[in-house]
């Protein structure tokens, strides 16, 4: 599907032309962050321990605290020490007052991609990187809307309505027919107010602000892209996602995005469940 939006205006950094920011919603990508040798080291690090490539689905290796996929925060006890090949590019990283120390690095081999999402606000500081390497892929953004806070919520919500399901009538063929042109109506709604930006191999993304809090990020699982206008085979391409974590008091947010923002609908829930709302 056309995508109908073109990203918003971004400026080169008059100092150094390898920066380019889209300074409205806190976004950054830098060019050539990493040299051809230490992305050849890293691809060559990803495959030892992993040496599958062919495979359809996304490869995930973890470092320093390890990401865990049933809260979206990190493990507080799963550590796996952190490869030289990530902590000898921390040092360059263009913020310095906190470094990360949780990262995932993966493999996307060709027609694979990650569905949209926002990282979760409350368990990690705002700084969020993406480092990627072996090719290029284009990321897409959107302004996060309704339809988002209503999908960070469902599990939650199909939880609560366990006890009901009983007494629910069993769906019939029209609510599914309906149940399904929603669903297309939907998906064409959110791509259409989607822009993409292409990340390419040895570049580092960082998103703060609203790109951080407020947009969902995305690769879609596509065979070939468009990139200046010509259609090219996607490769195989790797990331290093990089977070750092909160622990304690820290973990919380107060962003100015309530709808997909984990913090606020955990509260809102526990004020639901003690009948303040
Ligand atoms: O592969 C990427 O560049 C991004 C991955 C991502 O969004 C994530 O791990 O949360
Ligand atoms: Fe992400």
């Given at each position: 599907m056309a995508l109908t939006r073109e990203p918003p205006a971004?400026?080169?950094?008059?100092?150094?032309?390898?920066?380019?920011?889209?300074?409205?919603?806190?976004?950054?990508l830098i060019h050539n962050f990493i040299t051809e040798e230490e992305e050849a080291a890293m691809i060559e690090a990803f495959h030892a321990q992993?040496?599958?490539?062919?495979?359809?689905r996304r490869i995930s290796q973890h470092f320093g605290y390890h990401f865990d996929y049933t809260t979206f925060g990190a493990s507080e006890t799963h550590l796996t020490p952190v490869?030289?090949?990530?902590?000898?590019?921390?040092?360059?990283?263009?913020?310095q007052t906190y470094l990360p120390d949780q990262f995932t690095v993966q493999y996307y081999p060709p027609g694979t991609g990650i569905p949209p999402h926002v990282d979760t606000h409350s368990m990690f500081d705002e700084a969020l990187y993406s480092l990627s390497f072996g090719s290029a892929v284009p990321m897409q953004f959107r302004m996060s809307g309704p339809n988002d806070a209503r999908k960070m919520r469902l599990p939650k919500r199909s939880v609560q309505r366990k006890s009901d399901e009983n007494t629910?009538?069993?769906?019939?063929?029209?609510?599914?027919?309906?149940?399904?042109a929603n669903a297309q109506a939907q998906d064409a709604e959110e791509q259409s107010a989607c822009w993409e930006i292409l990340l390419p191999?040895?570049?580092?993304?960082?998103m703060t602000g609203p790109s951080r809090y407020g947009y969902t990020h995305a690769i879609r699982p596509?065979?070939?892209?468009?990139?200046?206008?010509?259609?090219?085979?996607?490769?195989?391409r790797y990331s290093i996602t990089m977070r750092t974590v909160r622990r304690g008091d820290e973990i919380g947010c107060n962003c100015a995005y309530p709808g997909v923002c984990d913090a606020r609908i955990r509260e809102e829930m526990a004020a639901r469940r003690d009948g303040a709302i």
């Open positions: 971004a400026t080169v950094d008059p100092s150094n032309p390898n920066i380019v920011r889209w300074e409205d919603i806190g976004l950054t992993d040496p599958q490539k062919e495979g359809k490869p030289s090949y990530i902590t000898n590019f921390l040092p360059r990283l263009p913020i629910e009538p069993a769906s019939s063929p029209a609510t599914a027919e309906q149940t399904q191999p040895r570049s580092l993304l960082l596509r065979k070939t892209d468009v990139i200046d206008g010509k259609t090219v085979p996607r490769q195989g």
